[in-house]
């Protein structure tokens, strides 16, 4: 999630709520680092995670908490105030080194928050690798899966894995 730029000065004062999920693709300790010119909050699976206050101005705080693979809700609070607007969420485990959270592993609606169900016929199948591996083949829409460097081989084993935990 990276809003940087989000609004005018004009606007501040303004404040938004993000609500989706996040796919998290293995069990482990999870650090979730936000980067905001005002204040944000983080809620992981409805739980207070991690506050951003007005003087971060740009920099990062932190927070780790072990996380199971699987889909979990994520609510962020961002209040637009003195400072430049900027919101940038990422993370990071002991195996995955840190990244801004792809498209692929952020959801608005549970219905479609399954990357696993690559086609979106509502189930976990043989069918959505097949139809991943000719996305990946092909270069199309949905091929680099974890948004990281674009489309590489490395998307392949992710999307597996995802396959194999499945959904919740």
């Known amino acids: 999630m990276n809003y940087t730029g989000l609004l005018p000065s004009y606007l501040r004062g303004l404040s938004a709520v ?9 069990s482990g300790y999870w650090t979730f680092s936000v980067s905001a010119g005002s204040t944000a909050r983080i809620y992981i699976g ?20 072990a996380l199971a ?33 792809p498209a692929s592993a952020y959801f608005q609606a549970i219905g479609v928050a399954c990357p696993p ?8 199948n043989v069918q959505d690798i097949f139809d991943f591996l000719a996305a ?13 460097n674009g489309t590489n081989i490395q998307d392949i084993f992710d999307f597996l894995a995802a396959w194999f935990t499945g959904c919740h």
């Open 18 to 26: 993000l609500v989706g999920y996040v796919q998290i693709p293995s």
């Open 46 to 65: 409805g739980e207070p995670f991690l506050t951003a206050g007005t003087s971060l101005n740009g920099a990062e705080a932190s927070a780790t908490r």
């Open 117 to 124: 169900d690559f086609n979106h016929s509502g189930a976990v």
């Open 69 to 101: 693979p699987g889909v979990h809700s994520l609510r962020v609070e961002y209040y637009y105030g003195p400072n430049t607007p900027r919101l940038i969420l990422s993370y990071a485990s002991p195996t995955q080194t840190k990244i801004v959270i």
């Open 136 to 148: 990946w083949f092909a270069g199309g829409p949905g091929a680099d899966f974890n948004g990281v």
